[in-house]
């Protein structure tokens, strides 16, 4: 644990590098409003801390090892972005959007929860890069379950004040994201940013 300081850094540069999460979550939150970016970044919390568990208990290990439950696992992610990315890219072309006010649209909580679980967990990347970096800072012999489980979930719960904090700016800019031409720019980057991953997570 004399090293956390140094894996702090590191999860910290990973946090707030962009990705698919990030694309996801500011979507809910301009098209549901804060409550419903709250609720899609609880999903990705939760999905980070099953793939830190299964990694800090080595059943990620596993799963990169075993051919076919990479593959699926990678594929299944492919065709969710692209999935994701596509009902942007419609959005932003059809460019009718209801009028937006404090509260948002009213989108399902349980449906904003599984949209940002989802693109954690189908995101096979996600767990290499677990199962890429904790190792360097676990130590045979002298780490503990704890002491693994605490810097598997150290990326949830940074990540978690991140993203809650991009939705609170969100929130609190809404007049100037509710302008049509913003929405539609918005929908558009994040429409051609999720087929970009997707791409990207297909190639390999």
Do not use: E
């Amino acid at each position: 644990m004399t090293s956390y300081g140094a894996y702090l850094l590191i999860v910290v540069g990973l946090v707030v590098m962009p990705g698919p999460d990030t694309f996801v979550l500011l979507r809910s939150a301009l098209t549901g409003g804060r409550r419903t970016g709250l609720l899609t970044a609880t999903g990705v919390f939760a999905g980070n801390v099953l793939q830190g568990s299964a990694a800090a208990f080595g059943l990620g290990l596993l799963i990169a090892q075993s051919h076919t439950a990479f593959t699926v696992l990678r594929w299944a992610g492919v065709a969710y972005l692209c999935l994701l990315g596509v009902q942007a890219l419609r959005a932003a072309h059809r460019g009718d959007y209801p009028a937006v006010d404090a509260g948002g649209a009213r989108i399902r909580a349980h449906r904003a929860l599984l949209v940002g679980f989802l693109s954690n967990v189908t995101n096979p990347k996600v767990l290499i890069m677990y199962l890429s970096v904790l190792p360097q800072f676990l130590v045979p012999g002298a780490t503990t379950l704890t002491d693994a489980l605490l810097l598997a979930l150290t990326v949830a719960v940074l990540g978690g004040i991140w993203q809650t904090g991009l939705v609170v700016a969100v929130h609190r800019a809404r007049s100037w994201f509710a302008r049509r031409r913003v929405r539609r720019a918005g929908d558009a980057v994040a429409g051609v940013a999720l087929l970009g991953f997707g791409g990207a997570l297909a190639a390999g």
